[in-house]
């Protein structure tokens, strides 16, 4: 079956989406990497339109500033106050017209004279699509569209059915087996709401029947709106065809109302993308804490551990293993490289290269073939070349490191003066000691070393061995005498004991005082005078005797 290029597309985004209660306009929420506005204009530019217009009116700036950001060439259509998908669509042809008049006019190619657009008008189908149905592909349309073709159809609707068909316009065929009018749910007879086709809100039709029809919609219905719906019923009555292209897969139209309709498409749409990824030779091991947006490129034998988030224009080398815990977004992954427990931003990992657990790679990182990017490392505009490591507890911003370096743990490359950044170059076959202070603008040349605990502010030669730290002095007795009553000076005093806060030479001194005052003999008390004899004290003694 052969696909035409239509006419035009046209995207209907106007609507509030109340039911979102949300500050961002329905059709700008996500799923997959992309806003709904965005899955739209995607599915639409595969069908190669000759013209493309975006029917907007809630948040209109927002929403035409992003249609305009994924295609420039987009056309925007301002519905007016008048509600309704068919005004909507009149508002959108009728910017397709002047465009069409416009460039008749740029080739001074229109009829009459030289250079004149009269009569000029958009000729052909024309596929108008919701733009809250994120998962309709452009496949799906193209057959819708070579069905239209193929028939001559004046109008091709396509419907899916639906055990519960609640809130949906229902497709009312005729004898003949064609659409003989789509009615809305507020409009539908009892017997009406039993039928289970329903209207996805996706058609083809020709431009001169939509012309046609405008003049004579009305709102004499329940909603006051301006039925695109109507144009069936006059398409019909003009003696055109109308007919259905039905689809038997009901969640490929299945709109978006609210955030709870918006997580079940997510999840429905995330397990398509991992299905067709394994059955193209990915292992995904838990695809219920896998997720991959539409834009994300897999090589085959790329494996994905639990809690991967892949986003963006991430793209992953054969034969590499991400996570488990790892969100990746706008990473370039080579082949053969492992990522563990990391988040990484604009970033390109090389091939057997190594990275994390717990790794921050912001936008500018550049890990050359075999390196390696360790735990608690972060890295942001920095280079570091083949085979080089930074194994653990360091941060590398606005750096480059030459191939076979090996920067020591707890290293900082100071790249901020409080104005500027700049720039550290490290070379190639260097090893830098632990706590190190690299304080950017400085040059460490090829094979030069670094001790422990310096602070690098000037350029270290090729094959030189760069120290900073001066003497180590211990200042004794310090934490009990400025820190007393903390629990530090308390220990301190437990191993101390009352010498606690003496210098060594200083409790050395009182040492060999006590011993000396141990080993010395006593001094004897000094000699009593001698008392006198009493002639009492004779008598007394010789009658004693």
């Not at 229109?110 to 024309?126: I, Q």
């Not at 804490?289 to 054969?318: K, M, Y």
């Amino acid at each position: 079956m052969t696909t035409p290029r239509p006419a035009a597309v046209v995207v209907l985004a106007a609507g509030e989406g109340t039911r979102m209660k949300s500050s961002t306009p329905k059709v700008l929420h996500t799923l997959a990497g992309r806003s709904m506005l965005g899955h739209a204009l995607a599915a639409a530019s595969s069908l190669d339109p000759v013209r493309t217009a975006v029917v907007v009116r809630h948040e209109r700036d927002r929403v035409a500033a992003h249609a305009m950001s994924l295609d420039s060439a987009v056309l925007i259509a301002d519905q007016d106050n008048i509600p309704g998908t068919g005004r909507a669509v009149q508002c959108a042809l009728s910017v397709l017209d002047a465009a069409a008049q416009a460039e008749a006019v740029a080739r001074s190619e229109g009829p009459g004279e030289p250079g004149s657009a009269a009569g000029v008008l958009v000729e052909g189908p024309v596929v108008v699509l919701a733009g809250d149905i994120p998962l309709l592909d452009g496949e799906t349309l193209a057959e819708l569209l070579a069905a239209h073709a193929a028939d001559g159809n004046a109008v091709t609707v396509l419907t899916t059915e639906v055990p519960e068909p609640t809130g949906y316009g229902r497709i009312v065929r005729g004898p003949d087996g064609d659409v003989e009018s789509i009615v809305e749910e507020k409009d539908a007879s009892p017997q009406q709401r039993t039928i289970a086709e329903i209207n996805s809100s996706v058609y083809v039709f020709d431009a001169g029947v939509l012309r046609g029809a405008f003049g004579r919609l009305s709102r004499d219905n329940a909603q006051g709106e301006v039925y695109l719906t109507d144009v069936i019923g006059i398409a019909r009555g003009d003696g055109g065809r109308v007919r259905a292209l039905r689809t038997d897969d009901p969640v490929l139209v299945e709109g978006v109302n609210d955030r709870a309709q918006l997580a079940v498409l997510r999840a429905e749409l995330n397990r398509r993308i991992l299905d067709d990824w394994m059955r193209e030779g990915v292992t995904v091991i838990d695809p219920a804490t896998t997720w991959v947006d539409v834009d994300v490129e897999l090589a085959r034998d790329v494996t994905l551990l639990p809690g991967t988030q892949l986003h963006g224009a991430t793209s992953i080398g054969e034969g590499a293993t991400i996570g488990p815990d790892t969100t990746l977004t706008d990473v370039e992954v080579q082949a053969r490289a492992t990522v563990i427990r990391t988040h990484g931003s604009l970033a390109v990992i090389g091939e057997d290269a190594l990275v994390g657990p717990f790794a921050y790679l912001r936008p500018g990182t550049v890990l050359g073939e075999r390196g390696k990017i360790g735990t608690f490392v972060e890295t942001k505009n920095a280079e570091i070349g083949a085979g080089s490591k930074v194994p653990h507890l360091s941060y590398v911003g606005d750096a480059t490191i030459g191939v076979e370096t090996n920067i020591g743990a707890a290293s900082v490359f100071v790249n901020y003066d409080g104005v500027r950044k700049h720039r550290t170059t490290i070379g190639s076959y260097a090893r830098t000691g632990s706590d190190n202070m690299f304080v950017a603008p400085v040059t460490v040349g090829d094979g030069a070393y670094t001790g422990a605990g310096s602070v690098i502010r000037h350029d270290v030669p090729s094959g030189a061995l760069a120290v900073s730290a001066g003497a180590q002095r211990n200042i004794e007795g310090w934490v009990v005498r400025n820190r007393a009553g903390t629990p530090a000076a308390e220990a301190a005093s437990a191993v101390d004991g009352p010498d606690a806060g003496l210098s060594p030479q200083a409790r050395a001194e009182r040492e060999r005082a006590g011993q000396a005052a141990s080993t010395q003999a006593p001094t004897p008390p000094p000699d009593l005078p001698q008392r006198p004899t009493s002639p009492t004290n004779t008598a007394t003694e010789d009658t004693a005797r």
